[in-house]
T-cell receptor, first 115, second 110 residues
Framework: DAGVIQSPRHEVTEMGQEVTLRCKPI?????LFWYRQTMMRGLELLIY????????DSGMPEDRFSAKMPNASFSTLKIQPSEPRDSAVYFC?????????????FGPGTRLTVL | GENVGLHLPTLSVQEGDNSIINCAYS??????FIWYKQESGKGPQFIID?????DKRQGQRVTVLLNKTVKHLSLQIAATQPGDSAVYFC?????????FGGGTRLMVKP
């Protein structure tokens, strides 16, 4: 299996621009998670999906952030408009069953820089 | 990844020695714990897990110990190798959501 796939690996954009991050979970995994990692706050859960349905988005920082999962093999995290404080590494992870039954498997991340 | 840091505690060990990385967790209701390894520029990678009904679990060169009384988790790495150099995170699960610790940087001296 190729593991969790994320694109792009690096994104540099200017403040105010729209940014879209993409994730392909491991085939057969019903749970998909989006995380953000920064030096100051570490790894934070933003949102997670079960069977393509958002279950908990309490970690999404504000309305500028949105996430979708149109099918079992694809999810996007969109920031519009982007701000310099959004600069971070964004990880997508997936799991076969609810966490507690199995671990989450992480993608390589997207390093976002907002100028 | 963005785990470099001024804020990360660092453990420095000699190659071949054993390493012990500690983690305090916060939620007494957590029922599942995971140790992840994160190398520079990569995502966290699963190392070993343990459920709350156990107090010890062994893998290849790694052992996780769980002390629920004091809410403490440790990762022991036997015969540490240069390839073990990374940041190590513990994570606790409560209600299908993982909460990650701040991480510890392990540096292996040749």
């Amino acid at each position: 299996d190729a593991g969790v796939i994320q694109s792009p690996r690096h994104e540099v954009t200017e403040m105010g621009q729209e940014v879209t991050l993409r994730c392909k979970p491991i085939s057969g995994h019903d749970y998909l998670f989006w995380y953000r990692q920064t030096m100051m706050r570490g790894l934070e859960l933003l949102i997670y999906f079960n069977n393509n349905v958002p279950i908990d988005d309490s970690g999404m920082p504000e309305d500028r952030f949105s996430a979708k999962m149109p099918n079992a093999s694809f999810s996007t995290l969109k920031i519009q408009p982007s701000e310099p404080r959004d600069s971070a590494v964004y990880f997508c992870a997936s799991s076969l069953v609810p966490t507690g039954g199995d671990t989450q498997y992480f993608g390589p991340g997207t390093r976002l820089t907002v100028l | 990844g963005e785990n470099v840091g001024l804020h990360l505690p660092t453990l420095s060990v000699q190659e071949g020695d054993n390493s012990i990385i500690n983690c305090a967790y916060s939620n007494s209701a957590s029922d599942y714990f995971i140790w992840y390894k994160q190398e520079s520029g990569k995502g966290p990678q699963f190392i070993i897990d343990i459920r709350s009904n156990m107090d010890k679990r062994q893998g290849q060169r790694v052992t996780v110990l769980l002390n629920k009384t004091v809410k403490h988790l440790s990762l022991q790495i036997a015969a540490t190798q240069p390839g073990d150099s990374a940041v190590y995170f513990c994570a606790e699960n409560a209600g299908n959501m993982l909460t990650f610790g701040g991480g510890t940087r392990l540096m292996v001296k040749p």
